[in-house]
């Protein structure tokens, strides 16, 4: 069992910027994603990253915007998220150890609340 925890969440203007961060209880061994879902809308698929060789995918909804990243060392995966809009708002979720698209559909964080005004 991996347990997640995200953090970084916040509410931020349009334009700005945020870090969410996800740290593991245990060191992923495949693979770690961000997920989000706004309210009255199904969960979306955002990026993954490959423990290794540490590839990253995207989502065309954020690509180009939205950076994934990780610290093994601190079993960390990060979205670095920039030119935020409106439509960024969602809770978001970190995913690891999943055989679904972006990692999902195994292991999953409590949520991380982004609100883009």
């Known amino acids: 069992h991996v347990q997640l925890v ?3 969440g916040g509410s931020v203007q349009t334009g700005g910027s945020l870090r969410l961060s996800c740290t593991a209880a245990t060191s992923p061994r495949n693979c770690m994603g961000w997920f989000r879902q706004a309210p009255g809308k199904g969960r979306e698929g955002l990026a993954v990253i ?3 060789p540490g590839d990253a995918m995207y989502a065309d909804s954020v690509e180009g915007r939205f950076t994934i990243s990780q610290d093994k060392a601190k079993n960390t995966a990060y979205l670095e998220m920039r030119d935020l809009r ?3 708002t969602a809770m978001y979720y970190c ?3 999943g055989l679904e698209a ?3 559909g195994n292991y999953w964080g409590q949520g ?3 609100t883009v005004s």
């Open 50 to 52: 490959f423990t290794r």
């Open 95 to 97: 995913a690891a150890e």
């Open 6 to 8: 995200e953090s970084g």
């Open 102 to 104: 972006y990692c999902g």
């Open 112 to 114: 991380t609340q982004v």
């Open 86 to 88: 409106p439509e960024d």
